[in-house]
Structure formats: C-alpha cells, structure tokens
C-alpha cells in the first residue's frame, strides 16, 4: 500500500489533460515559404498560393495556375484531378487574400526537400471529454512538377460512422 499513492499521483500528473503544450503558429507564415536554394523556393512558393490563396482565400478560380491536370489526390474524400479538386471546393465563400499577419491558418513550418513540400498548420480539436478543445498539428504534402503541384498527401480519413 505504501507503493500505490506514489503511483496514483505519478499517473495522475502525467494525464494528457495536464502535459500538452499548445501548438502554435507563427506570426508571419509567409516567411516561412522561402528558401535560399532557388528551386525549394519556387517550390514553397507553389505551396504558399495553395494555401493562402486556394484554401485560406478560396480564389479556386486560381487553381489551374498552382496544380497540375493529374493533380493525384491520397486525401479519401477527394478525387484525384484538378477538375474534381475544384469541384469539391467550389461553393466556399471567397474572401480577400490575406496578408502576411493576418492568416486564419496557423502555419507552424514549412519543409522542402527535393520536389516535395511539407507544412505543419495548428489544428484545433474538441476533447473526447467534452471539455474544451486542445491543439495538435495537421501535415499537408505536396509533390511539385514543372512548377505545379502534382501530388498531395495528409492525414484526413473518411468520417467515422455511428452505430
């Protein structure tokens, strides 16, 4: 017995509700699209229209300048192509593109190696509990071609259905 309040206050101050810090963005995201290697620029440069200006400002009228024909899709809700992309977001209201301090997308990193593109954004979610919500962070990819963006990957999965 001496053993188990040690243990019990061990697990209790480990519990998630007391150890996360929270994710957060920085404070000018479009800084963070640059590179000094000319190439992994034009390519963060790619990523930076997708996100700011197709998903953040919804000028999808844009999107045949930043994503290919083929466009191949790993996101389990939309069909891959550029056509079926646009499709999918159209109908989203579309706003002024945002300026640098000004972004709802909370842009935590971008990465670029060779021809793919990475970028770490704040995703705020509701705890299982009920109780208020908690940050983690979202990863999108993009493959980029002949200055297009050509490929995409991210974490979504198709929505969980009730029983």
Known sequence: MLYVAPLLFSLLAASPRHVQEPVVGAA?????????????????????????????AGHWSDAPKYLSNRYLQHNPMVASGLAPVMAFFSGRP?????????WKT????????????VVATVRELPRPSGAG???????DMWRIRDGKADEHWDGAELPRISR
């Open 28 to 56: 000018n995201p479009e800084r963070l699209f640059t590179s000094r290697d000319r190439r992994l620029n034009a390519n963060k440069q790619v990523v930076l229209h997708i996100v700011r200006d197709l998903l953040e």
């Open 94 to 102: 579309e706003r002024p593109i945002p300026k640098p301090g000004e």
């Open 106 to 117: 909370k842009v935590v990193s971008v990465v670029a190696e060779d021809d793919l593109v």
């Open 133 to 139: 919500s908690y940050t983690t962070t979202w990863f």
